[in-house]
């Protein structure tokens, strides 16, 4: 079968051919209907030979959707043909949080050598992949793939984030949104069907901003150097209730640090090599600031109960399996508006 590559260190990905899997007991094995291409994916291919914690090569692709080829001996609950999506963040299933679902935050999959899919086991980016355990699968319906795949992070990770900070997200409340890309365009739909509060969106282009805009951003802000003061001027001087970043760079975490008012949420969810001091006088009063990882079993399904109400529409760029290295190209360009979406089966 064919299948996107990360082979070397440095490399770009290519598109290779490998055997077709086979399910062992216990595993599923998916054809895969759509893969998503996410920065996550960037980030790990920057890393230097130390810092990668899996061999090479790696069929990439975290997010991903597909229907049931084959059972491994001792699986029950699925059919062949059922359409599934893939959740992302597998865990030891032992532990008290993958007890409640909260694979995302288990408390043994390093010791274990647990890895997502894409991120350190063989990913969705291919023909076929092995899930390797029933419940890390959710059904779908009739939910269109391709528009459901990216669901699977670029949903489930902002609306974890989201979520969170619920109980300071009132009528009233404002929410800054930096980074208007996969995650951020998503998380400003979740707002707005979640909450009643004022969006604000911030981004570096217009062509983004007009994005933010038209899935239901109040107002949309360039994000630079007077980002902060305008989001102050548009909070009468107090800031946001609720900053979430989805950037996580220097600059941007910054302004998140300057636009958060008293008593605020400032979430970190990019991956952009920035930090923000916390400590006595260095934010206002009462900040909390927190940096989430995926989300739960649970919310996964809710975020796609929302997708079901019509609620959230992923904007989506698609490629064939041979195009993906230029999906990369284009979205390490910042040149993707939305999600760029890989159909290998396609």
């Not at 990019?270 to 206002?284: D, R």
Request: aromatic residues 4%.
């Amino acid at each position: 079968m064919k299948a996107v590559q990360y082979r070397a260190v440095g490399a770009a990905p290519e598109v290779v051919t490998v055997p077709d899997p086979e399910p062992g007991p216990g595993q599923v094995l998916l054809k895969v209907t759509a893969a998503g291409v996410c920065h996550s994916d960037i980030a790990v291919m920057s890393w230097t030979a130390d810092q990668i914690p899996f061999p090479l090569p790696l069929t990439l692709g975290h997010e991903g959707v597909g229907t049931v080829a084959a059972l491994g001996d001792g699986v029950t609950g699925l059919s062949e043909g059922d359409s599934v999506a893939v959740y992302g963040p597998w865990g030891c299933g032992i532990c008290v949080n993958c007890a409640e679902g909260k694979e995302n935050y288990c408390l043994r999959a390093k010791e274990l050598g647990i890895m997502p899919p894409g991120l350190g086991a063989p990913g969705a980016m291919a023909e076929y992949m092995i899930v390797d355990d029933p419940r890390h699968l959710v059904p779908i319906g009739d939910l269109d793939p391709v528009k459901t795949v990216s669901l699977t992070d670029a949903g489930l990770t902002p609306y974890h984030a989201i979520k969170r900070s619920l109980p300071k997200l009132v009528p009233g409340a404002t929410a800054v949104v930096i980074g208007t890309g996969g995650l951020g365009h998503v998380a400003i739909q979740l707002l707005r069907a979640m909450t009643a509060v004022r969006v604000v969106a911030l981004d570096v282009t217009e062509e983004k901003l007009d994005l933010a805009r038209a899935v239901g951003a109040h107002e949309a802000v360039l994000s630079d150097e007077k980002a902060a003061a305008r989001v102050l001027e548009l909070t009468g001087g107090l800031g946001a209730h609720v900053v979430l970043d989805f950037v996580g760079a220097p600059p941007t975490v910054q302004t998140a640090g300057a636009a958060a008012r008293v008593d605020g949420d400032i979430t970190i969810v990019g991956i952009g090599g920035g930090a923000l001091p916390v400590g006595f006088g260095t934010l206002p009063y009462g900040t909390n600031v927190s940096a989430p990882y995926w989300g739960s079993r649970k919310e996964l399904a809710e975020v796609l109960d929302l997708a079901h109400a019509g609620a959230v529409d992923v904007h989506v760029e698609t490629y064939s399996i041979d195009e993906a290295p230029r999906a990369y190209e284009r979205l390490h360009e910042g040149r993707i508006n939305g999600r760029a979406v890989i159909l290998p089966n396609g």
